[in-house]
């Protein structure tokens, strides 16, 4: 297994999880694969949980403070931070748009999502989940019965969860005024922050605003505390590179356990499942195609205006391509810089400060797919995400998307505070698995895509860029080995 690529281990390890439930739901094995094989699953989850919170921290006050002088680069930084934020929120915006019109979550069989739901409701309860759309099935009795069915909790605990769920819900509720969800982000206690996943976004504020500080300070001061941040987020990507050595085998028992307890011992459910996730893909598909052949040579357009349709797509080709086998923006940066230097013409000292910085906080497409995922897994769910949830969806991937790491993988953890931070069950990532890969790939040329884009917008603004049109893109472009 050591000679076969990462990726291609962590498809196997899908692969089999897949076939795994599908003969354990035949053979009426679910429960045994529930007691013996989930439980490595949720060790995968609580691993990536344990970093999340830390990474994100670390990541957001590496890109900020990464900026430098803000005498110097105040402005160049302002337009690039402006530029990459509007279009983080755009993607976002557009998957929410598109996920919300397709509804692909909502073409499962219904009684599966019933299931679903009865389960998500079982969940909250065990968690002190707030449930915030106001649906509770464990009132009724008849999908008591169901509950009773698929969970080993009695009537008289599920009838307990049900009430204590929505007497927090009301109490909350009537507490709460029209600005709570600003006071919300701004924290009092930070450690307190740290240790509830539920507080992600106060987590992320703090981050803004202690890299936003180091700007301030004198570099004799800031420079040892940069560096410390710097080496401690990268011990935080090591560890997730080494929890990932061991993702197919974790894929294998979370993916296995989750359409296990999902599907029980009626197959059809499974296929129902797989259904869902065909229309998830396409909507996904569709968002990121539009990023990258309407959205940005629109902005090219309006913004460049020396650089045609096909010109763009011809002096972008090497990094779009690398972007894809790679799954990583960091991996694809050099490539990055030499097609947009050599090819786009834009001078050095735009792409080695608009690029790298993007690298680390410009993840559009991560972004948009991130919440085509949440409302899509809300969806199968039967969960009806509020106005206010999905508004909270747009802040926390945009802001998340400052601390994602530009290495393949990393927004699977970005993912996991974009559902907490709308109480939804992190462990449903599992779902997504299978489609996950070859979907990373094209989001990060969406990424990729992102960042010459906006780096050619700063260089036009600034007056350095000098495009040739008949410059020949493939004898320009050479990536140094080291």
Same mark, same amino acid.
């Given at each position: 297994m050591k ?6 281990q962590i498809?196997?390890?899908?692969i ?6 599908l ?6 094995w ?5 007691d013996?094989?989930?439980?490595f ?6 691993l990536?949980?344990l970093?999340a ?5 670390f990541?957001?006050i590496n ?6 002088d803000p ?6 930084g302002?337009?690039?931070l402006?530029?990459y934020?509007?279009?983080t ?5 557009l998957?929410l748009l598109? $996920? ?10 219904e009684q599966s999502r019933?299931?679903?739901r009865i389960g998500?409701e079982?969940?909250a309860?065990?968690?002190n989940v ?9 009132q &009724?009795?008849?999908f ?5 069915r ?6 008289s605990e599920?009838?307990d969860a049900?009430?204590?769920?929505k007497m927090?819900?009301?109490?909350k509720?009537?507490?709460?005024g029209p600005?709570?969800p600003? $006071?919300d982000i $701004?924290?009092e206690?930070?450690?307190a922050s +740290?240790a509830d996943?539920g507080?992600? +976004?106060?987590v ?5 605003f202690f ?8 570099v004799?001061?800031s420079?040892?505390?940069?560096k ?8 935080? +990507?090591?560890m997730? &590179?080494?929890i990932?050595?061991a993702a197919?085998?974790f894929v294998?028992a979370l993916?296995a356990?989750v359409?296990?307890?999902?599907a ?5 459910k499974v296929v129902e499942i797989?259904k869902g996730?065909?229309?998830y ?6 968002g990121?195609?539009?990023?990258i052949?309407?959205f940005y040579?629109l902005?090219?357009k309006?913004f460049?205006r ?12 090497p990094?779009?391509?690398l ?7 960091a991996?694809?940066l050099?490539?990055t810089?030499?097609?947009?230097? &050599?090819n786009?013409?834009?001078?050095k000292?735009?792409t080695?400060?608009?690029l790298?910085i993007g ?22 769910h039967?969960?009806d ?7 909270t969806?747009v802040?926390t991937?945009?802001?998340a998307s400052i601390?994602t790491?530009?290495?393949?993988s990393?927004g +699977?953890?970005m993912?996991i505070?974009v559902m907490e ?7 449903w ?6 489609? &996950?890969r070859?979907?990373?790939m094209?989001?990060t040329v969406?990424n990729?895509t992102?960042?010459?884009t ?5 260089a ?5 860029m000098?495009y040739?049109?008949?410059k020949?893109p493939?004898?320009a472009w050479?990536?140094?080995?080291k």
């Amino acid at each position: 297994m050591k000679k076969i690529a990462l990726h291609w281990q962590i498809i196997i390890g899908l692969i089999l999880g897949i076939v795994w439930a599908l003969l354990s739901s035949t053979l009426g094995w679910s429960q045994f694969t529930i007691d013996w094989i989930a439980p490595f699953g949720k060790i995968f989850i609580n691993l990536l949980k344990l970093i999340a919170v830390p990474l994100v921290l670390f990541s957001i006050i590496n890109g900020v403070s990464s900026i430098g002088d803000p005498k110097s680069l105040g402005r160049m930084g302002g337009k690039t931070l402006a530029a990459y934020l509007v279009t983080t929120v755009i993607a976002v915006s557009l998957g929410l748009l598109l $996920v919300n019109l397709i509804k692909p979550g909502k073409l499962i069989d219904e009684q599966s999502r019933i299931d679903n739901r009865i389960g998500y409701e079982v969940w909250a309860a065990d968690n002190n989940v707030e449930i915030k759309d106001g649906i509770n099935y464990l009132q &009724d009795p008849e999908f008591m019965e169901r509950a009773q069915r698929i969970t080993d909790l009695s009537r008289s605990e599920l009838a307990d969860a049900s009430v204590s769920e929505k007497m927090q819900t009301a109490n909350k509720t009537k507490s709460s005024g029209p600005l709570q969800p600003l $006071v919300d982000i $701004v924290p009092e206690n930070f450690f307190a922050s +740290l240790a509830d996943n539920g507080l992600m +976004l106060q987590v992320i504020f703090f981050g803004l605003f202690f890299g936003i500080a180091l700007l301030f300070i004198p570099v004799a001061k800031s420079g040892p505390v940069m560096k410390a941040v710097d080496g401690i987020m990268e011990v935080f +990507l090591k560890m997730v &590179d080494l929890i990932m050595k061991a993702a197919p085998f974790f894929v294998f028992a979370l993916l296995a356990g989750v359409v296990s307890q999902m599907a029980g011992d009626d197959v059809g459910k499974v296929v129902e499942i797989f259904k869902g996730l065909s229309w998830y893909s396409l909507t996904v598909f569709l968002g990121l195609a539009i990023m990258i052949f309407l959205f940005y040579p629109l902005l090219f357009k309006l913004f460049v205006r020396a650089v045609s349709y096909l010109g763009f797509f011809k002096a972008m080709g090497p990094a779009q391509t690398l972007a894809f086998s790679t799954s990583s923006s960091a991996a694809t940066l050099p490539v990055t810089l030499e097609c947009v230097e &050599d090819n786009l013409g834009v001078d050095k000292k735009i792409t080695s400060f608009v690029l790298p910085i993007g690298a680390t906080i410009n993840m559009d497409g991560t972004c948009l797919y991130q919440a085509v995922a949440v409302v899509f897994l809300a969806q199968i769910h039967m969960i009806d995400l509020t106005l206010g949830q999905q508004l909270t969806i747009v802040l926390t991937a945009t802001l998340a998307s400052i601390g994602t790491a530009a290495v393949p993988s990393a927004g +699977l953890v970005m993912l996991i505070i974009v559902m907490e931070s709308v109480s939804l069950n992190p462990a449903w990532i599992a779902i997504i698995f299978p489609v &996950d890969r070859i979907l990373d790939m094209c989001r990060t040329v969406v990424n990729v895509t992102g960042d010459a884009t906006v780096s050619s917008i700063i260089a036009k603004s600034e007056g350095m860029m000098n495009y040739n049109p008949n410059k020949d893109p493939d004898e320009a472009w050479e990536v140094d080995e080291k």
